[in-house]
Structure formats: C-alpha cells, structure tokens
C-alpha cells in the first residue's frame, strides 16, 4: 500500500475579535453566582452602604444589582464595557498593592457578551441619573436621561442566551444555580461591615420574597446572628491567631462535641482581608483536626485572614476564588497549633473523690434480683481505731458490647481492697453499691461473690 499523499500545512490566521470576545467571556463567568459576585463586588468598590440583589425567576430571566454609590462619571460611559478597561490599574506592579475586589476590566464586558446589559447610574455632581444600553460586543448604543439617586443599577436579561448549549443547562439547573448563589451572598453578607445587603427573588404572578436581609451592622458576630441566626452562633467560638506581625486570622468555628456542627459542610467562610476566596487546604484542616472532638458532623468555620498585600497573589483564575500564598506553610502550622488546642480530645478519667464521713447505716442490704442490687457495711477493716477513708468510684459491668450494669460503692478500709475476679468481671469489695443486671442467674453469682468476700473478711 502506497503512503498518503502529504497534505499542505494549514494557515495560521487570527481569530476574529469578537469570537475571540465570546470564547473568553464565557471564562470569566461561569454561571449565576460568578456573574453577580462581579457586580456586588463592583458595588463594593463603588463605597456602598446598601446593596440589593433582585433576581426574576431565580435569575432565569434577569437580576440586577442596586446599590448608593458613588455612581459613574459620564466620561467613563462609553468605555465602561469595554474589554481590559479598568480604573484600579495602570501598570502590572499595581497588582502587589490591590485592596479592591474588581481590577481586571473583563466583568462588564464579558457579562455585554453572554446577556443583554444595561446601566442606570447617577454621581452626586449629575442632577439626573443616565440610562446606558451596551451591544454584546461592550459598545455603548443609547442613552437617555432617567430618574434616580446616586449610585448605580446593572440588570443582566436573559444570560447565557446567545449560548444554545449553556443556556439550556442554564435552565435545567437554575435551582442549583441560585442555591450556590445565596451560599455566596451569605459570604459576602457575613464579611461586609457597614454595608446593608438585601436579596430578592420574584416567581410566578410577581410574587416578591425576601431571600436574604442584612441590617448592615459593624462587627462579624452581628453579622452572624443575622444571617444563621443566634443558635448557630451559640455553637461557634471565637478564634484569634497571631501568625506574624502583619498575619493574623480572626472568626469563629464550632464547639468541640456532637450538635455543635452540621451534618454537611456548607457553612464554611474563608476570607482574605475580607475577600470571600477557596482555601481547599485549610478547609481540610479543620475538618481533620474537628473530627476528633466530632467524628460525625462538619464544623462550622468563619475565618478572615489578614495577610500583606504582597505575600499573596489574587490574580490565579478569572473568579478571583484561588489564593497563592509566599508563606502557606507557616499559615497552616500556626491554624493547626491553634485548632489543635480548641479541638484536643478529651480523655475519660477515674475520678476518686476523699472525704471523712461521721455516720453511717449498720449492716443493712437490700437485694432486688432484676432491676437492682444495693448493700452496705460499716466497714471492712477490723481495726475501729484508725481513722477511716471514705472512696467513691463507679465503674461499668460490660459483657460483649451490652451494658450489663453500673457499680457504685463506696468504700471505709485502711488497706488494701482486694478484688475477685468472677466470670471476666473485675469487682472490688464494697460498702455501697447498686448493680443492674440482666437476668437472675447472674445477679445470684454476683451477690454470691460478695457474701464469700464478706466471710472472709469476718473470719
């Protein structure tokens, strides 16, 4: 068989800016909650002490994004949806020293290419507020005079709807979409001081409710109440640790013991300086070190670590949710130290109470075959003229895996207490005890052992 003919080498030519546009959009916002997280946090940046989310069919058809901030300068309209437009930039070392949530100028514009955008926004030197329409490709195509106060409103129609195939899944899993949405705004909640957050949701014949309500209060535990409410802050206990000078970490997690947690981990909050952002290694963290005080539930875990700007790097994925820290493994150590004395295990110890004791019943017992057997003695030793010690101590009777009883007695000797071992069951002579057993052949074996240790004794 002869080899094919070769085939020409095919040219390389550039991709068309606006496909290039729609690829790269669709990387930047993933679905419903990285598409208004880039809002909120616009929001955010803008200075604004009240934010409202609005969503029209758990945001199938629209959302949008209300807030009191400083609003937009009408010399910044038409390249407010432009691609790499951005006004916390200007060289690439101004990423070392970023404390705003928004810096890459690809939300706006990526958000133009997946829906239908539009703006209203007003700054305090406008007397009327501007309505702006953007085409798909970022450009500024209307404007027109609307009614408003300062500060700015995005709505987003119909996302994903230039998608087919993602606009169909879109749909399909909508619910989905909302719940991991409101699970973000709880993070953003949680961690904004100051800021007042409110969401809604609107379905059916418009019938509006309220989803989530913040009051806009100034510390993390108000916060907390709000929004989990005060049971779920009754079971968290605040956690401070000092890494270095400029590293600490401040928030909360769960009490050691079962009911403290929550039989799934969803309500685990990592921050850094106040940025919601995956921290899969210390999630793991302290789920680990959580098991050993409750090897049944999740913790709660609500951390904001306040780390220097240049010790870390924000800008690893288009969301902004991956960290890279210069120094993670003195993060981590000084978290697990910390953990680990909020969450050591506790040890079962045999507690022995002394005390002296004046009187006493005289040679009384009682014996109840089924559900009981209780006896008592003055003393065991002899010698009435040493001065007497009274020990209290409980011990369990367990054959196999079943509860066969509990032994309390207390005990007057100034020796030593022999023990007799009778069917596997360690039992010390006693003054007072109460024993439950399951069956009367062994409650007639039990007390027959103390009656030969009492003899012997007397004897």
């Known amino acids: 068989m002869e080899g094919a003919a070769p085939v020409d080498s095919p040219i390389i030519k550039p991709i068309n800016k606006g496909v290039v546009h729609r690829i790269c959009a669709g990387q930047v916002i993933l679905d419903l909650s990285s598409a208004v997280k880039e809002l909120v946090e616009n929001?955010?940046?803008?200075?604004?002490?009240?934010?409202?989310?609005?969503?029209?069919?758990?945001?199938?058809?629209?959302?949008?994004?209300i807030?009191?901030?400083?609003?937009?300068?009408?010399?910044?309209?038409?390249?407010?949806?432009?691609?790499?437009?951005?006004?916390?930039l200007a060289n690439f070392p101004d990423l070392q020293s970023l404390t705003t949530f928004g810096f890459r100028g690809e939300a706006l514009s990526s958000l133009c290419a997946l829906g239908?955008?539009?703006v209203e926004t007003r700054t305090k030197n406008e007397s009327v507020a501007t309505h702006l329409t953007f085409d798909h490709s970022g450009l500024l195509t209307a404007e027109k005079k609307t009614a408003r106060q300062i500060g700015t409103t995005v709505t987003v129609k119909k996302l994903f709807s230039n998608l087919p195939v993602r606009s169909k899944e879109f749909s399909r899993n909508i619910r989905k979409e909302y719940g991991k949405l409101i699970?973000?705004?709880?993070?953003?909640?949680?961690?904004?001081?100051?800021?007042?957050?409110?969401c809604t949701n609107t379905t059916g014949k418009n019938v509006k409710s309220v989803v989530l309500k913040t009051q806009g209060s100034g510390s993390l535990k108000d916060n907390i109440i709000t929004v989990f409410g005060m049971n779920t802050f009754t079971c968290l206990e605040p956690v401070s640790i000092s890494i270095t000078d400029s590293c600490k970490v401040d928030g909360f997690v769960s009490k050691?013991?079962?009911?403290?947690?929550?039989?799934?981990?969803?309500?685990?909050?990592?921050?850094?300086?106040?940025?919601?952002?995956?921290?899969?290694?210390?999630?793991k963290l302290v789920n680990e070190l959580y098991k050993g005080a409750n090897s049944r539930q999740y913790p709660i875990?609500?951390?904001?670590?306040?780390?220097?700007?240049?010790?870390?790097?924000?800008?690893?994925?288009?969301?902004k949710r991956k960290i890279f820290f210069s120094d993670e493994g003195s993060i981590l150590q000084s978290l697990r130290e910390a953990l680990e004395k909020i969450y050591s295990p506790s040890h079962v110890s045999y507690s022995v109470n002394r005390f002296e004791e004046t009187n006493t019943e005289k040679n009384s017992s009682k014996f109840y075959p089924h559900s009981g057997l209780q006896f008592?003695?003055?003393?065991?030793?002899?010698?009435?003229?040493?001065?007497?010690?009274?020990?209290y101590c409980e011990e369990q009777i367990a054959e196999g895996d079943i509860l066969l009883g509990t032994v309390k007695r207390d005990i007057q000797c100034s020796h030593v207490v022999e023990e007799v071992d009778h069917n596997n069951d360690e039992i010390s002579t006693g003054k007072d005890f109460t024993l439950r057993v399951h069956g009367t052949k062994k409650a007639d074996s039990l007390s027959g052992c103390f009656r030969r240790q009492l003899k012997d004794h007397s004897q």
């Open 301 to 319: 875990a609500i951390m904001d670590f306040t780390i220097p700007t240049k010790a870390y790097d924000v800008n690893v994925t288009p969301d």
């Open 67 to 88: 807030d009191n901030g400083c609003g937009i300068s009408p010399n910044n309209y038409k390249v407010l949806a432009l691609k790499h437009h951005t006004s916390k």
């Open 256 to 283: 050691s013991g079962y009911g403290s947690g929550r039989n799934l981990g969803d309500r685990q909050f990592f921050f850094v300086n106040g940025r919601p952002v995956d921290m899969p290694k210390v999630s």
């Open 116 to 118: 239908n955008l539009t």
């Open 376 to 391: 008592s003695s003055k003393e065991i030793s002899p010698d009435e003229s040493d001065p007497k010690e009274q020990l």
């Open 43 to 65: 929001s955010l940046d803008a200075g604004a002490t009240s934010i409202e989310i609005a969503l029209k069919q758990y945001g199938e058809e629209w959302f949008q994004v």
């Open 183 to 198: 699970s973000l705004l709880n993070a953003y909640a949680i961690i904004s001081k100051q800021v007042r957050l409110v």
